[in-house]
């Protein structure tokens, strides 16, 4: 019975461990431009193949730095391509993730072997490739700490004309929801893009997988210094354990805090400067352990945090405030930054040197509003539709990042839906063909559209009709045909109606060429079956649409009539010249037969009555 017990507790001890241990976060590898999977060395790590993702070209790739990965193959994107392209990867869990893009070096374009160009995350603007980027370990990448919500990641490169965007890798790595939560205000409405990540003390740059951290870390990138400046630091180092370090939400390496810098007496104070975007808000984070033999315990080592010359921290103990020596210790703190430069500088108090283990600064990027869903869909059914040239692009989100919206469509922030919509669509011009689809009025808050001058065929669609807020519409000049829908009779706001110079019939709508008296400006000219206003043929009598298609029916069936008959007619006729080819073949024949005929006769005549004057003259005959 003891033993029974024993094993219950066994079973449900293991059942609860194996309940409560955390699953394995979602992570996403593509090799751009790679045709299978690969397994980069040396850490064996996996690589999907980069399939139905994007548009582009593959090519070879020039790693242009140690630390990207040991990938052969890229994905760059040429400006015939359209300026915006993206990368639209689905099936991706709910979930806080570390967004990385790998940067590549085309071996094909050398007229520009260093591109430039701006890169966005779900419609946010990230990052933008500075010049030099490829002689700096830490600019061959960009990253940030995105929110995904609704199944699905877009990362896009922007064109500026300065070279052909060139992808090597792209990294989705899930990482903690609360991963470097900085208080009031974080949340999913912004996002994290790492400025910088150092590790202080050591010579070797290392992602966390180096460290052995924990897979929840996001597999961060630490870049090494090993000083802030000549003669202003020493290093320290130790291969004691450190408590507190790779803990919930942020997973640090324990192996992070096993190195440091420490200040000397000749430069007390410890300061790290870079070089930022001005205006921005970014978030700091400090790494602190004291793992120097010197200090023993509390008071030994206290400094102040100042970030641009103001106190962020003051008095500073690290032994104090983690607990105890080796032992990790992190401090935040978000600071506005008007200047180019962000400096943080460690002060000693009471003649103690200061010491640091790693920092972190992270620009703090609003996340932009998108467009809304059924907005772009209509958008992308239209491009299909008119056959849209690939120099527009026409990828991504339509309206954000705000730096880069798409050529031809323009947008409004609605601030009921706190979403962008579409208001105008200018693509006068750009030898567009195809057809204009029913699914343009789901761009229900259009108010001019301007598609002249193109080889757009087929009707008006009557769903124009209901985008009640069109004020401007201008079709001329294409090869529209059908007449004119009664619906556009409809809009109350429509104010100018272009449809001049295609091939439109029938009565022009009562309802607009009542507005004619209203100010409006109507232009229905070259369309030579249009009638029924003034400047325009007279209408005959007007049919209904029943009286029309009865009349159809009967045409179809005369038509067929008269068809009918011609082949009765041309069969007869085949006939005739038939027999009359048979006859003319025979007539010889039968003259001879005629003569011969009439020679027999005639020599039966002339026989008959010889003979009987024989008969006369010789007498009887023997047998009578």
């Known amino acids: 019975m003891l033993r029974f017990h024993f094993l219950w507790l066994l079973v449900f001890c293991s059942a609860l461990n194996s309940s409560s241990a955390r699953h394995a976060p979602f992570a996403m590898r593509i090799s751009c431009g790679a045709r299978q999977n690969i397994h980069s060395p040396p850490t064996n790590t996996l690589w999907f193949k980069d399939f139905a993702y994007t548009g582009g070209i593959p090519a070879n790739a020039t790693r242009p730095s140690f630390i990207t990965p040991p990938l052969k193959t890229l994905r760059y994107f040429p400006l015939s391509e359209g300026p915006e392209n993206c990368y639209i990867i689905n099936r991706v869990p709910k979930g806080h993730y570390n967004v990385r893009i790998f940067f590549g070096l085309n071996t ?5 072997l260093e591109p ?10 990230i990052y933008s490739l ?27 490169f922007h064109s500026t004309g300065h070279g052909d965007p060139a992808i090597l890798s792209l990294e989705i790595l899930q990482v903690d929801d609360k991963a470097y939560y900085f208080g009031q205000g974080w949340g999913e409405g912004l996002i994290l893009r790492t400025a910088t990540r150092l590790s202080c003390g050591n010579g070797k740059p290392k992602f966390d997988v180096d460290y052995s951290g924990d897979h929840w870390g996001g597999d961060r990138f630490w870049n090494p210094i090993l000083s802030f400046g000549q003669n202003a630091d020493q290093r320290r180092s130790t291969e004691s354990s450190i408590k507190q370090a790779s803990k919930a939400p942020n997973f640090y390496p324990e192996a992070l805090y096993q190195t440091a810098l420490v200040s000397t007496d000749s430069q007390p104070d410890l300061q790290y400067t ?3 975007d001005p205006n921005r808000n970014y978030s700091i984070w400090l790494h602190f352990a004291e793992i120097d033999n010197t200090i023993t315990g509390v008071g030994q080592r206290v400094f102040d945090i100042l970030i641009n010359g103001d106190i962020a921290f003051e008095g500073v103990d690290v032994v104090k405030m983690s607990g105890d020596r080796y032992t990790a210790l992190v401090l935040n703190t978000t600071v506005a930054v008007n200047g180019r430069t962000l400096t943080v500088t460690l002060h000693p108090k009471g003649g103690s040197h200061a010491i640091i283990n790693a920092i972190e600064v992270f620009e703090i990027i609003a996340v932009e509003s998108k467009t809304l869903p059924e907005e772009v869909r209509a958008l992308q059914v239209l491009k299909n539709s008119l056959d849209l040239p690939h120099r527009f692009g026409w990828n991504g989100d339509p309206c954000v990042p705000q730096q880069h919206p798409w050529s031809g469509a323009d947008c409004q922030f609605d601030r009921t839906s706190h979403k962008w919509v579409i208001d105008g669509l200018g693509l006068d011009n750009q030898g567009l063909r195809g057809f204009l689809p029913n699914g343009i009025s789901k761009l229900r808050h259009l108010q001019s559209i301007n598609l002249s001058g193109n080889s757009i065929r087929g009707a008006i669609p009557s ?5 009640a807020s069109l004020e401007v519409l201008d079709l001329s000049y294409n090869f529209f045909n059908g007449s004119i829908p009664e619906s556009l009779g409809q809009l109350t706001a429509l104010r100018r109606l272009n449809l001049n110079g295609n091939s439109l019939s029938g009565r022009v709508p009562a309802a607009l060429g009542g507005r004619l008296l209203h100010r409006a400006s109507f232009n229905f000219t070259d369309n030579a079956g249009l009638c029924g206003i003034p400047g325009l043929r007279a209408c005959g009598p007007h049919l209904s ?20 008959c011609s082949m009765v007619w041309w069969k007869r006729r085949q006939n005739i010249l038939r027999a009359q080819q048979i006859a003319a073949r025979g007539a010889p024949y039968a003259k001879a037969r005629t003569h011969l005929s009439h020679d027999i006769q005639l020599a039966r ?7 009987a004057r024989t008969a006369a003259e010789n007498g009887p005959s023997l047998l009578s």
């Open 463 to 467: 769903s124009l009709g209901t985008i």
């Open 545 to 564: 649409t029943s009286a029309k298609i009865g009349i159809g029916f009967g045409v179809l069936g005369l038509i067929f009539l008269l068809i009918i």
């Open 274 to 276: 870079m070089d930022v």
């Open 116 to 125: 430039l160009f701006d890169i966005s995350v779900e419609g946010t603007q």
């Open 108 to 112: 094909l374009t050398s007229f520009d």
């Open 605 to 611: 005549h002339y026989n008959h009555h010889g003979n």
């Open 130 to 156: 500075k010049s030099g980027w490829s002689d700096h370990d830490d600019q061959a990448f960009a990253e940030a700490l995105v929110f995904l919500r609704d199944g699905t990641v877009s990362i896009c």
